[in-house]
Each structure stands twice: as structure tokens, then as C-alpha cells.
């Protein structure tokens, strides 16, 4: 037995000699961490898919859930529209003396003739579309009577050619490249106070989104029927 187990230790010691001398050991080492090294790294990206498919989910759920709310506000206060609308300079930031456009990124019309997303794209704003983005980002609350609102104005031109009559309109968020707010619209002169208390709820939900998941406020996913 000692004998048997001497032979084995001898030659466990010849093939580990054998092997550092023939530069095999090494080759296998290297090959050992190759493998391990592929596997962390597989082993990363499969954690790396499942986040991304998870912010993925996320972000799909906050945008579902600006839907639902122009979709239930526009509903719940019995408004002709419910957009959510951005102001621009066509693509880069805004800056003093440059030309800006507003647009409707979001919308939720009670029919197909109160859409206004098609026709309100990069349009340039004049003296008084400029005074009242103005307005909105001081005061996040301003509610539009269109009798006040001049008549050769862009705003109040649209605003009595679509038969609204009033608006209630909230400044949702700013980023350099321009400011969301909330416009909803009515063709009743009916001023409700549970209405304004409804139209300050949605809007603060959006807000929380907004700070949460501003990108998509910048998505398209077309027209929300009422």
C-alpha cells in the first residue's frame, strides 16, 4: 500500500511537472478564467436586459397613466379636449430672441372634430400666446375666458372658430428645451368649482409623473377617444 501510494504521489508530481514545464498548467489556467470571465460577464448582461426590460415596463405604465388621466378628466369634467401641450424652439433650447413654437404632445378629445393635434404642431406663438406662456410659468394656474382674449390673436381666433369657451390651463413642468402645461377645454360657459378642484388634481398627478418620467411627455401615441 505504501508502496502504491508512493507510486501515485510520483507521478502526481512528474504530471504537475510535467505540465508547468510543457506550459500546459498555464494554457489551462488561462482557460479557467476565460470561461469564469465569460460567465460574469453573461452572467451581467442577462441583469443589465432584465433592467432595462424592467424601466421598459415602468416607463410604459407612467405613460398608460397619462392617458388615463386626460382620458378620465376629460370625462369627469365634461371638457370638448384635455391636451397636454410643450413650448419649443424646433429642437434645442429655448433662448431670448429666438422663435417659439407650441405644440400638443398628448391629447383626449370627446370626438373627432375637437381634435386639435394635427393642427396645433410647431406653431409659432405671437405677442399675446407669449404673454400667457408667460403667465402660466409664473402663476402654474391660470384660467382662459375667451371673451378676454383679443380676436386677431392665433388663441383667440382658434379658441372661437372651435366654439371654446373658456379654459383651464396648468403648468406641468420646464426643462431647458421648454415647458409642459395642461390645457382643458370647454364649449360651455357652466363654471363648475368641483371642475377647477378636479382639473388642480390631474395636473398634480402629472406633475409627479413629470418629474419621474419626463421623456415621455415628449411621446406620441395619437388620438384618445371620449
Excluded: C
Excluded at 9 to 33: E, N, P, Q, R
Excluded at 134 to 162: K, N
Excluded at 188 to 215: C, I, M, T, W
Amino acid at each position: 500500500m505504501l508502496l502504491e501510494s508512493a507510486t501515485k504521489d510520483h507521478w502526481a508530481v512528474y504530471l504537475t511537472g510535467a505540465l508547468i514545464t510543457s506550459g500546459a498548467l498555464g494554457t489551462f489556467g488561462a482557460w479557467v478564467f476565460q470561461v469564469a470571465r465569460q460567465r460574469l460577464r453573461a452572467r451581467g448582461e442577462r441583469k443589465e436586459q432584465r433592467a432595462a426590460v424592467e424601466a421598459e415596463s415602468a416607463t410604459y405604465r407612467a405613460l398608460s397613466r397619462v392617458r388615463d388621466i386626460l382620458y378620465d378628466l376629460r370625462g369627469s369634467v365634461d371638457a370638448s379636449r384635455v391636451v397636454l401641450m410643450k413650448s419649443h424652439n424646433g429642437g434645442g433650447p429655448i433662448k431670448v430672441f429666438e422663435h417659439t413654437y407650441t405644440s400638443v404632445i398628448h391629447e383626449a378629445a370627446r370626438t373627432r372634430g375637437d381634435r386639435v393635434k394635427e393642427k396645433w404642431q410647431g406653431r409659432p406663438i405671437d405677442l399675446e400666446y407669449a404673454q400667457l406662456l408667460a403667465r402660466i410659468d409664473q402663476e402654474h394656474d391660470v384660467h382662459m375666458v375667451t371673451v378676454d382674449v383679443p380676436e386677431d390673436s392665433d388663441l383667440g381666433e382658434w379658441y372661437r372658430a372651435s366654439g371654446t369657451t373658456h379654459s383651464r390651463v396648468h403648468k406641468i413642468g420646464k426643462t431647458g428645451f421648454g415647458m409642459v402645461y395642461l390645457s382643458v377645454n370647454f364649449d360651455s360657459d357652466h363654471v363648475s368649482p368641483g371642475n377647477s378642484q378636479e382639473v388642480k388634481g390631474a395636473a398634480a398627478e402629472l406633475r409627479r409623473l413629470f418629474s419621474e418620467y419626463e421623456p415621455i411627455f415628449g411621446y406620441d401615441y395619437g388620438w384618445i377617444g371620449g
